[in-house]
């Protein structure tokens, strides 16, 4: 298994990279979906399309991405035994967050879709910088792997 892995270490690098890259696109997208669902009146057609949108790309973006950067990314870390470096560790942790993060937005948008405002505008553009500052730390532990 492991050989195998290792011959096909580059491809998997390159799938991971492609659906972190898909997976980070719909974690931006979503909080802004719920800024404008935000601003729509609970219970209007407007909130009811905001609700569609939100559905659509958790379940053709946003969760297929997920488990896919999932499996690869420990395929990955199988083929280079990253188990005990501490780099791997702290960008487990990240992405952990990073995966509670995601389903609290997804369990937040069926909230509001209906009609719920748990959270401000201004709360919502706030926890829409998560991903981001999550993205940013674990592509330096992963790239540089300075412990
Ligand atoms: C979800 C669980 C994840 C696991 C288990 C995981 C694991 C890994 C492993 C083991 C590698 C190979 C490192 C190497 O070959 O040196 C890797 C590469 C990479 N990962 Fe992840 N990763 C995950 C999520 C993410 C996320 C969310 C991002 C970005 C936001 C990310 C960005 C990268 C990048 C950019 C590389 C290529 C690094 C390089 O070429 O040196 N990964 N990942």
Redesign the pocket.
């Known amino acids: 298994m492991h050989e195998y892995l290792a011959t096909i270490y580059y491809w998997l ?1 390159a799938a ?2 492609l659906f ?1 890259i898909f ?2 696109a719909g974690l931006f997208m979503l909080p802004r979906q719920l800024v404008y669902m935000h601003a729509s009146a609970p219970g209007s057609e407007e909130e009811a399309l905001w609700a569609r949108r939100s559905r659509q790309l958790g379940k053709v973006i946003l969760a297929p991405s997920l488990v896919i ?2 499996v690869v ?2 395929l ?2 199988m083929t ?1 035994g ?1 188990w005990d470096q501490g780099w ?1 560790h702290a ?2 942790l990240l ?1 952990v967050l ?2 509670g993060y995601h389903g609290w937005m997804t369990g937040l948008a069926r909230k509001m879709g209906e009609g719920a405002r748990p959270l401000s505008e201004k709360q919502l553009r706030i926890v829409n910088e998560i991903p981001g500052i999550v ?1 940013a730390l ?2 330096v532990l ?2 540089v792997k300075p412990f």
């Open positions: 690098k991971h990279i972190v997976w980070m950067v999932w990314g420990l990955l870390a280079i990253a791997f960008k487990l992405v990073l995966s993205a674990v592509v992963v790239v």
